[in-house]
């Protein structure tokens, strides 16, 4: 479904990514793991559109990607929750997600009852503002905007991060659905490794900006991925 190869990136004059190689297939979890700071965000803001690469190839769903923007990205079927969530604090929450109709065309400007069945808190929240919902409700509502888009690939930048508990747990559950319903890669960058290796399929390890490890999780042992990933 999304193939890069020899990917980099920078920031300015500073270089961030040397050469990534990823593929993520549809109806599989690809987890990109690793320390703070070795690039996983840049990554999937290379994914995204949200900051150009500088060079390598990029196919989606077998058609070679050029340096589009985001919202071109979008179009073609990336979805992407970033870090830190980027819900519009002052619009509601209907409002939030009517957002995503601009990847839409006009006779799919509707709310999935999906949506509403894997986060139903949103349904009882629909005229409140966005940023008067709890971390943990602003995830299921940036999750909930990337589906409305119907995305080939789903990217998701920490989804766990500063989350309670049994909203953890939800969002592993919409993923493991989202992963069985066969029609979607995701890519999950997460630092919560017990959650991450419950979920992925396939991992990759960065360290200062190139992968590292790589592999199906049949292929690495557990301790030699968390020692690779930890401080």
Same mark, same amino acid.
């Given at each position: 479904?999304?193939?890069?190869?020899?990917?980099?990136? !920078?920031?300015?004059? /500073?270089?961030? =990514?040397?050469?990534? &190689? =990823?593929?993520?297939?549809?109806?599989?979890?690809?987890? $990109?793991?690793?320390?703070?700071?070795?690039?996983?965000? /840049? =990554?999937?803001?290379?994914?995204?559109?949200? !900051?150009?690469?500088?060079?390598?190839?990029?196919?989606?769903?077998?058609?070679?990607?050029?340096?589009?923007?985001? !919202?071109?990205?979008?179009?073609?079927?990336?979805?992407?929750?970033?870090?830190?969530?980027?819900?519009?604090?002052?619009?509601?929450?209907?409002?939030?997600?009517?957002?995503?109709?601009?990847?839409?065309?006009?006779?799919?400007? !509707?709310?999935?009852?999906?949506?509403?069945?894997?986060?139903?808190?949103?349904?009882?929240?629909?005229?409140?503002?966005?940023?008067?919902? /709890?971390?943990?409700?602003?995830?299921?509502?940036?999750?909930?905007?990337?589906?409305?888009?119907?995305?080939?690939?789903?990217?998701? &930048?920490?989804?766990?991060?500063?989350?309670?508990?049994? @909203?953890?747990?939800?969002?592993?559950? $919409? @993923?493991?659905? =989202?992963?069985?319903?066969?029609?979607?890669?995701?890519?999950?960058?997460?630092? #919560?490794?017990?959650?991450?290796?419950?979920?992925? &399929?396939?991992? #990759?390890?960065?360290?200062?900006?190139?992968?590292?490890?790589?592999?199906?999780?049949?292929?690495?042992?557990?301790?030699?991925?968390?020692?690779?990933? /930890? $401080?």
């Amino acid at each position: 479904m999304l193939d890069t190869r020899d990917l980099t990136l !920078h920031y300015g004059g /500073s270089q961030i =990514l040397y050469g990534i &190689d =990823l593929s993520a297939e549809a109806g599989k979890v690809t987890c $990109v793991m690793g320390t703070n700071g070795v690039g996983k965000t /840049s =990554l999937l803001k290379a994914l995204s559109g949200t !900051h150009q690469r500088t060079a390598g190839s990029y196919k989606l769903d077998g058609e070679d990607i050029g340096r589009i923007p985001a !919202h071109m990205l979008a179009q073609k079927g990336i979805g992407y929750v970033p870090q830190g969530r980027d819900i519009f604090p002052l619009m509601t929450v209907r409002e939030n997600m009517e957002t995503a109709y601009a990847c839409l065309p006009k006779s799919e400007h !509707h709310i999935p009852d999906e949506i509403f069945e894997l986060f139903p808190i949103l349904k009882d929240f629909m005229n409140r503002r966005g940023g008067d919902l /709890s971390g943990g409700q602003q995830q299921q509502l940036a999750i909930a905007r990337a589906m409305i888009t119907k995305p080939k690939v789903l990217l998701l &930048d920490e989804p766990t991060e500063g989350i309670q508990p049994n @909203i953890i747990q939800q969002i592993g559950r $919409v @993923i493991e659905y =989202l992963r069985d319903r066969g029609d979607m890669a995701i890519i999950l960058v997460e630092q #919560y490794f017990a959650f991450a290796y419950d979920l992925a &399929d396939t991992f #990759y390890v960065l360290e200062r900006g190139a992968v590292t490890m790589s592999g199906a999780k049949s292929e690495l042992k557990r301790e030699d991925l968390l020692a690779a990933v /930890s $401080v």
